[in-house]
């Protein structure tokens, strides 16, 4: 027997509280009068104010039964208790209205420790946080792995040795490719820590969902390689676009930083394209979608060694950039049919998440 | 509760520890029984004085020696307080950087501290080798002197020399550097400015940071502050450092913070020791705290009402008794006045607050505690570490041949390397060095990048190659 207040994705819609809270988590109140009358879609709120009610020696208990069945009957509070996933604010708000409108006893002692304290919402790790700590940790992998690359890199010029100028070319060939797998194989090891990272705040916070989705991480895994990548690439050639200079005054083209900041651009949103498509295929263990994802960024990378010939090079990139961004829509969940009801802001499930008016 | 109010202090060459909110909650008991329980296998270094708190168990049946973990579900020092504290170390490393990219006046060699004496324009490599280490050792032995001074004074209690000499150093910066560095930023902007306006922005910022800083304030003014000044300072060295003595001297400073740190004869150890003994905060003049401290009181019994009653009982005993223990319970309105209560009345329904009820409420977990619950726990960072992180990627953005690339690179090291460090504080729970994880990362970064990376991405953007 599950207690009653345990995460509420595990507990939606699956009836009232009325489960003895003997096994109960929630540290207050050793004895209660656990509240039948609640809605189904507010398990824990019963549990949990069933709790808070017996703790308190005066008021008696009994009471906020009898003094709260009228308000949690006829108020089945904001936001309609049906269907959609709800954010944990979201519930946190539903509670505090309801307690409000009541006039029972306790209550308004209670609020907020009921806000504060109410189980499952409160005890998850906050994702927002950890998104962007994700995303730095992301970048910082995506470091490693370059500097990794220039290293080997560094030592083949050493003891390659010549001045020879299409023997550099080719050293910086091979090491652009070693770069790319680099790259690769530290976005698997990163998946790996993640899973392990996730695996372990799982247990510490005793929940049985994941803080952050394995989805959501393969985003931020992305956008963190993305946006090192791209910061890398292109800020240095920002700031020397500052300064005093004329562009292609020994021959070379004058579209230099222009079509430097696309290639920027294409390679940034790759990397997230390729975060999430890699991350699906590791979990769904489709390796012919990961060798596919190493192949594109060979490819791309491949096709950069046409510059200065920006066609032969930008256009095939946004080509291949477009043909990634459409599998890694239908790959994170999309399809037409969300995307047409995103775009027409009808998608019920975003907007309950969010609290709108549809 | 006075594992509540004994927080672990902290010292300015970085340590990074907790921030109990100070409760004066008189009647908590319950609240630190049951995190006393809960939390005991996992506070084990702490508060040795958490377990000898004696106070009684207050009406039992809100002690419920259940599984608290629940309650203290979140890793003590979540993804939030991470991000708490690198919003303030990215702030100071952007001014930082931001002035050391555009005010030429740091980057300009004027001469060196009297801390270094030893000059590194010399002709050989070996010399200058043997002159930076001697500049590290002489600033090295500088530091631990003044460490070990203020420790031998804080233990032998000469609170207004430290508080003296606290004074006068953040005298010293907020007046005399900032005069400077504005100065030095007209200059830069060509703006002209009469002494007179001058006068009165200093002072109005000098005087208005002095109080933020030493007494009270508004939270984010005293956060601002303190990153302006370890902007400030760290300017200073960036300057006044030669190249290799600064990075030989980040070097050093690191082993030492852990040194003095873990080690059990280390002077910041015994600091912090000493100041848990006396249940005391360290100077928050050299502290970074994220949160602000919340004292909660609650309406008590009414004292009168309280005396009448035992005097009542020791007079008559049986009836009398019960008699005057209604009639107190009518007089004793628990401090709210009459308007109070018709405006709640009127609210919110007719409620009553009888001394039980009230003592229900009161024996309830604190509210301060409801409402600060793990996640909104603050965490402190000392400003020795921001000033040596800003120094590290300032030295990186003002002398590195990569440039941004290398900034950047050193950036992102040294947030990992806090973030690593705020996870083994939430492991280990104890004043743990700030530095020596980040400062070995940016080390090892910034010369990685500057020599490896930067050549591989050079070739790369010449050719317009991609990776």
Wanted: charged fraction near 15%; aromatic fraction near 10%.
């Amino acid at each position: 027997p599950t207690s009653p207040c345990q995460p509420w994705s595990h507990h939606w819609g699956s009836g009232g509280g009325s489960q003895s809270p003997a096994s109960d988590p929630l540290p207050w109140g050793a004895r209660t009068q656990p509240l039948t009358r609640f809605p189904a879609w507010a398990p824990e709120l019963s549990c949990s104010l069933s709790q808070c009610a017996g703790g308190g020696d005066s008021p008696a208990p009994a009471e906020p039964a009898g003094g709260r069945s009228p308000g949690s009957g006829s108020s089945p509070a904001a936001g309609g208790g049906s269907g959609g996933l709800w954010t944990g604010r979201g519930r946190v708000q539903v509670w505090a209205k309801l307690l409000r409108h009541d006039r029972g006893r306790v209550h308004w002692v209670h609020l907020h420790r009921l806000r504060a304290g109410a189980g499952p919402v409160r005890r998850r790790i906050a994702a927002e946080p950890l998104r962007l700590l994700f995303l730095i940790a992301g970048g910082f992998f995506w470091l490693v792995s370059l500097l990794l690359s220039s290293l080997v890199w560094f030592i083949a010029v050493q003891i390659g040795g010549s001045n020879n100028a299409s023997v550099k070319k080719n050293l910086l060939i091979f090491g652009v490719v070693l770069s790319v797998l680099l790259q690769e194989v530290f976005r698997f090891a990163y998946y790996k820590l993640l899973k392990k990272a996730n695996k372990g705040l799982m247990t510490i916070s005793q929940e049985e969902t994941m803080p952050i989705s394995v989805r959501q991480l393969s985003y931020v895994s992305g956008l963190g390689f993305g946006i090192m990548s791209g910061v890398f690439s292109l800020v240095n050639i920002l700031t020397d676009s500052l300064g005093p200079g004329t562009v292609g005054i020994y021959g070379d083209s004058p579209q230099y930083f222009l079509s430097s900041a696309f290639m920027t651009l294409a390679i940034v949103l790759l990397h997230i394209f390729w975060g999430i498509v890699f991350f699906d295929a590791c979990e769904k263990k489709k390796w012919w979608a990961l060798a596919l994802v190493i192949l594109s960024h060979l490819l791309v990378s491949g096709l950069t060694f046409l510059n200065p010939q920006y066609e032969g090079n930008l256009v095939p990139s946004y080509v291949i950039m477009m043909l990634m961004g459409t599998w890694a829509f239908f790959t994170a969940g999309g399809s037409l049919r969300n995307l047409k009801l995103c775009l027409m802001c009808r998608d019920k499930d975003f907007l309950l998440a969010n609290q709108r008016p549809r | 509760m006075t594992e509540l109010s004994a927080h672990l202090p902290q010292f300015q060459h970085g340590q990074l520890t907790e921030n109990f909110p100070d409760n004066h909650l008189s009647n908590t008991n319950d609240n630190s029984e049951r995190r006393r329980h809960d939390n005991s296998e996992r506070r084990r270094n702490d508060n040795p004085e958490s377990e000898t708190n004696g106070q009684p168990q207050n009406s039992t049946h809100l002690v419920v020696e259940q599984d608290e973990e629940d309650e203290e579900l979140t890793l003590k020092y979540g993804a939030k307080h991470v991000i708490m504290l690198f919003a303030p170390v990215t702030l100071c490393m952007v001014v930082v950087v931001a002035t050391i990219k555009s005010v030429s006046f740091y980057t300009r060699k004027d001469g060196q501290l009297i801390y270094t004496p030893f000059t590194e324009d010399t002709d050989t490599v070996g010399q200058r080798a043997l002159n930076s280490i001697l500049n590290a050792a002489i600033m090295i032995s500088v530091i631990i002197v003044m460490t070990i001074l203020l420790v031998v004074l804080y233990k032998y209690r000469c609170y207004k020399v430290i508080h003296g000499w606290l004074i006068i150093s953040s005298l010293l910066l907020l007046f005399f550097f900032s005069f400077i560095y504005l100065g030095e930023v007209f200059k830069t902007y060509n703006v002209a400015m009469d002494y007179i306006t001058l006068a009165l922005m200093i002072w109005n910022f000098g005087v208005v940071g002095m109080i933020c800083i030493h007494w009270k304030g508004p939270l984010r003014l005293q956060q601002a502050y303190l990153i302006m000044i370890s902007a400030l300072m760290a300017l200073v060295f960036i300057k006044y450092l030669p190249e290799w003595t600064a990075w030989l001297i980040l070097a050093v400073i690191s082993v030492y913070d852990l040194v003095a740190v873990l080690c059990p004869k280390g002077p910041l150890r015994m600091l912090v020791e000493t100041a848990q003994e006396r249940n005391e905060t360290l100077f928050p003049a050299l502290i970074y705290s994220s949160t602000m401290i919340w004292l909660v009181n609650m309406a008590e019994e009414d004292p009168e009402a309280q005396r009448k009653a035992s005097k009542s009982s020791t007079y008559d005993k049986q009836a009398a008794a019960n008699q005057t223990q209604n009639e107190d319970a009518d007089m004793d309105d628990g401090g709210f006045d009459p308007e109070w209560e018709q405006q709640r009345d009127s609210r919110i329904g007719p409620l009553e607050s009888t001394p039980e009820s009230r003592a229900a409420v009161q024996a309830l977990p604190s509210n301060s505690q409801a409402s600060e619950d793990p996640e909104e726990r603050g965490v402190k960072l000392g400003l020795g570490d921001f000033i040596f992180y800003s120094v590290l990627v300032g030295k990186a953005s003002a002398t590195a041949s990569g440039d941004w690339n290398t900034t950047l690179a050193c950036f992102v090291a040294i947030l990992i390397g806090l973030c690593l460090t705020l996870l083994l504080l939430a492991i280990f729970k104890k004043a743990l060095p700030a530095l020596p994880i980040s400062i070995t990362f940016g080390l090892v970064f910034y010369f990685a990048t500057d020599n490896l990376v930067q050549p591989f991405m050079d070739q790369l953007a010449f050719h317009q190659f991609y990776i």
